[in-house]
Every structure is written in C-alpha cells, then in structure tokens.
C-alpha cells in the first residue's frame, strides 16, 4: 500500500530532552512537510523540503530541526528549545514543483512533555 | 499576513441536510484546498479549486472560489452521520512551493 507512516503515534518525554519523530513516504513524492496542531486550531507548518538535502523553514521552526536524506524519509527533531512542544504532529508529501498539488497526510504523533 | 478564516466554527445538522462551510482571505492565492480530519486522524483531501476556476465538484461535495470576494465555499449535500468531522481550507501561495496556508477549521456534527 502506498502512502505515509508516521511513528510512534503516541510519544512522551521529559522537559529538556530532544526528541525526533519518524516520517516514511512511498508515493515517490519530491516535497514533503511538517506540521503542528494544537487543540482546536488549524496546521502551522515548521519545516518543509522540496527535493532531497534541502530543505525550508516554515512559520514555526524554532526549537525544531529537519534532515532530509533520502527522499523517502523526513524525520523532525523535537529540541529542548522547543518551548511548547506538546502536541500534534503531521507529516504530509505532495508531488512537489510550481504546479499546485494535494498533500498526503500521515496518521500523526502526538507528543507530551512533561 | 495571509489566513483563510472559516465560518462558522461550528455546525450541527441532521443526516440529509445540506452543510456549507465558508473561508475567507486576505491576499492573492495560487489555489485553495479543502481538507477533511476526523478525530485525532491525519487530513484527507477533498478538493483541489485553482485561482482561474470558479466551481468543482466531486462527488456530494461542491466547491466554489470568488477571487473577487476573497472567499470560497464548500457545500455537502444530504449530509450522512459519517461526515462529522472538522472540515479546513488550505490557502495555496503564489510562490511556487506549493506550502499551504491552514484556516482554523470548521467542526461538523452530522446527527442520525
């Protein structure tokens, strides 16, 4: 089946530790994004990335952190910088380029940090 | 700076009535989209309404884009218990990255 796989889907840790989250697509997409959603509200996105090693900052990116190695693959890093860092995470691909196209949606991680 | 803002906020209707959802905006877009979230799920795509068209349907769902106005519609006819869920438009930029822009999003209560 092709689509996205986020991992884990429920994730905790204490405050002050860095934590990275899994992103896995196999729809041979080139873009691929994340993003936070806190309760009640729309998506914000952190980080984006359009072809492999390389990648952008979105509106949120302090206190996170990308790398984009393989074009299968979009892990977010979660640092202690992050000053609220509790919430819902989404990870999404599209075709990518100039032309608009849907993105995919991953299930989510939900991260707590107490 | 630029966000599509959604009315209502909320929305509660019986199985077979119409449901419609506004977003509205405040600069140029590229393309609008409608995304659908059940609970705790990740988004699905609805539809997809570039800035030269006007109306898409797909399905129950009917989309519509006013340039104009700045604001696009999205209407489910005879709505089913099954689509309760919150409802988000995205705001496609005109800078060729295809980043979106996400409203706050309309939650649906479809009641039996």
């Known amino acids: 089946d092709g689509g996205i796989t986020q991992s884990p889907k429920y994730l905790f840790r204490k405050e002050g530790q860095n934590v990275t989250l899994s992103c896995e697509q196999n729809?041979?997409?080139?873009?691929m994004y994340w993003y936070r959603q806190d309760p009640g509200q729309g998506l914000r996105l952190i980080y984006y990335?359009?072809?492999?090693?390389?990648?952008q900052k979105g509106d949120i990116a302090e206190g996170y952190s990308v790398s984009r190695e393989k074009k299968e693959s979009f892990p977010l890093t979660v640092t202690s910088a992050q000053k609220n860092p509790t919430a819902f995470y989404l990870c999404?691909?599209?075709?990518?380029?100039?032309?608009?196209?849907?993105?995919?949606f991953g299930p989510g991680t939900r991260l707590t940090v107490t | 700076s630029q966000q599509g803002e959604e009315d209502p906020q909320a929305l509660s209707i019986q199985e077979g009535e119409n449901a419609t959802m506004n977003c509205s905006y405040k600069t140029s877009i590229n393309n609008l989209q409608w995304y659908r979230q059940n609970s705790g799920r990740g988004l699905v795509h609805l539809i997809l309404?570039?800035?030269?068209?006007r109306e898409k349907h797909s399905g129950r769902l009917r989309v519509t884009l006013d340039t104009s106005k700045k604001s696009s519609s999205l209407l489910i006819t005879a709505s089913r218990a099954a689509d309760t869920a919150s409802y988000f438009c995205a705001l496609g930029d005109s800078g060729g990255y295809n980043k979106l822009i996400f409203g706050a999003g309309t939650r649906l209560a479809v009641h039996p």
């Open positions: 309404i570039r800035s030269n068209e």
């Open positions: 999404a691909s599209s075709i990518g380029g100039t032309v608009a196209y849907e993105q995919y």
């Open positions: 729809l041979n997409h080139d873009a």
């Open positions: 990335s359009q072809i492999v090693n390389d990648f």
